[in-house]
């Protein structure tokens, strides 16, 4: 399985991440993007994201998390992860598996996705127009990570 | 001894502090020193690795508080 995993500062174009993600001989890819949303759960208006990371060990926790999803059969796997200050409407996650077929690829990307919520390591915290705010994982996003520990 | 804060540690404490520790410094001990390090929610790195709370802490070693993490 093909691993790529990186830490991005500035911000990235997914289209383009999927456009070079080659997945020769795959008969299935699936991808997923997460973006920085414009408002709070609570509805207030975002002015952007903040995501603190840890100077080594951040990109060595996305390696591993992607070189976990050798439990699906998978021929590449590749993570790409902001870091720093992240306008609304930018990207903050992409995450592509490639394998020979759709079943694989989807749970892939599934099972990566809960794994950089509760695993990656990373802070995030939401600067809004009246303050800001660290978040922290929900019981929904342990229990989304615990589907996966069987 | 060099201890690293994140996210919202680091606003509190500062990213980074040297700090001198008596000998015999365990982890448990150190966190002892600042408020809001509960051992239940803010795991404790040392040289990079996870740390046992009564892991000995020398002037060379760099610890590293995180608390919980929220990344995707």
């Known amino acids: 399985m093909r691993i790529d995993a990186r830490l991005a500062h500035a911000a990235f174009d997914p289209a383009k991440e999927l456009a070079g993600f080659a997945a020769e001989g795959a008969g299935a890819v699936a991808s997923f993007t997460g973006l920085c949303r414009s408002t709070a759960k609570d509805g207030a208006t975002i002015a952007g994201l903040f995501l603190d990371h840890h100077p080594r060990l951040t990109e060595k926790s996305l390696h591993d998390i992607a070189a976990a999803a050798a439990r699906f059969e998978l021929s590449a796997v590749r993570i790409v992860h902001r870091c720093g200050s992240i306008a609304p409407g930018e990207a903050i996650v992409f995450v592509a598996a490639a394998a020979a077929h759709r079943r694989a690829a989807f749970d892939a990307v599934d099972y990566l996705m809960d794994r950089l919520k509760t695993d990656a390591l990373f802070w995030k915290r939401e600067d809004g127009v009246d303050g800001s705010a660290w978040i922290e994982p929900t019981e929904s996003d342990r229990a989304d990570r615990a589907r996966w520990s069987a | ?72």
């Not at chain 2, 996210?7 to 502090?17: D, K, P, S």
Request: proline letters at 6%; glycine letters at 12%; zero cysteines.
């Open chain 2, 1 to 72: 001894m060099i201890i690293g804060f994140y996210g919202r540690l680091a606003e509190r404490f500062g990213r980074e502090l040297e700090l001198d520790v008596p000998d015999g410094t365990d982890v448990a001990a150190l966190r002892a020193r600042f408020d809001g390090l509960d051992a239940a929610t803010v795991r404790a790195l040392v040289n990079d690795t996870t740390a046992r709370e009564d892991a000995i802490l020398g002037p060379g070693d760099r610890v590293d508080f995180l608390p919980p993490l929220s990344g995707g």
